[in-house]
């Protein structure tokens, strides 16, 4: 995250937090919460969700994105969709209308239309910053397998990674997730990432914990990353220093980077990213606090 985007970030993530924190002090769920806080970020443009998305190497945006509820396990997910704003109301569309749980493409953005969420064109979603971002990337490197994600070098950290995403607690004690992206500057057409693949990039059971990553896709996928975190949090661990070790172990054992956050049925919290910067916000009844950089307990 360039120095000149952070107060657009901070800015984006605190507008995300009201809006699911609107839905939990009006009684409502932490699934409507989730996806309330995600469509806010979808529709901002600073991020890689929704409008704005990276583009693929045809430059054309498609976008992932999954939605889970802790307390039944239900869940609903989008790949390569070219023609939603806000993929997150399709899945979660899925969630609650589908006996499926993953729809792609053509498919997904038909059962979204057939279930009133308007579609777009897919120019729709594309802004001039990302044609010029992937036009550069494009000349910078000619070879048409490079992605984003894995750079000559993949320690280098400078990479940007801006899918969204959200966890949250309700009134009733139960916890949800859901996680949105446009995947990687200038990924293969049909590429699907971690983001909306249950147990990678996002994942909520009430019997362990609530979690959503971001980060080259990739790694986080073949440690499907937020079940392992997940899992961790229901062996005892606090999700603080869980979140944390998820990051140490994408490190260590397939030299990945990203961020996660996660939350417990406890209300506890933990936020860990292994790049220089990732942007957070989070709301308690007793605290509210943001950043862009966390590596520190909340
Ligand atoms: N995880 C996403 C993907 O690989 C990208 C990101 O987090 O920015 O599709």
Sequence with gaps: MPDDMVDAHIRGVRNALAAGW??????????????????????????????????NRDGRVQLDSLIMEGSTLRAGGVGCVEHLRNPVR??????????HVYFVGEGAEKFA??????????????????????????????????????????????????TVGAVALDGKGNIAAATSTGGTLN????RLGDSSLIGCGCYADNLSAAAST????????KLVLAKWTADRVAAGNLPEWSAQE?????????????????????????????????AWAYKTT?????????????
């Design 22 to 55: 609107r839905v939990l002090a009006g009684g409502g769920s932490a699934l409507d919460a989730v996806e309330e806080a995600v469509v806010i970020m979808e529709d901002d443009e600073t991020f890689d969700a929704g409008r704005g998305s990276f583009l």
């Design 90 to 99: 399709a899945a979660r569309k899925i969630l609650s209308a589908s006996p």
């Design 113 to 162: 239309a057939q279930h009133g969420i308007p579609l777009c064109q897919n120019e729709d979603l594309v802004i001039p910053r990302e044609v010029e971002r992937l036009r550069e990337y494009q000349k910078q490197h000619p070879d048409k397998m490079a992605d984003m994600f894995a750079p000559p070098s993949s320690d280098d950290v400078t990479i940007s990674h801006d």
């Design 187 to 190: 990924k293969a057409p049909g």
């Design 214 to 221: 971001t980060g080259w896709g990739e790694p986080i996928m």
């Design 246 to 278: 998820a990051m140490n172990y994408l490190k260590q054992r397939v030299n990945g980077h990203g961020g996660i956050i996660v939350l417990d049925p406890e209300g506890r919290l933990g936020i860990a990213h292994n790049t220089p910067r990732m």
């Design 286 to 298: 007793q605290k509210e606090d943001a950043g862009v950089e966390r590596n520190a307990s909340p």
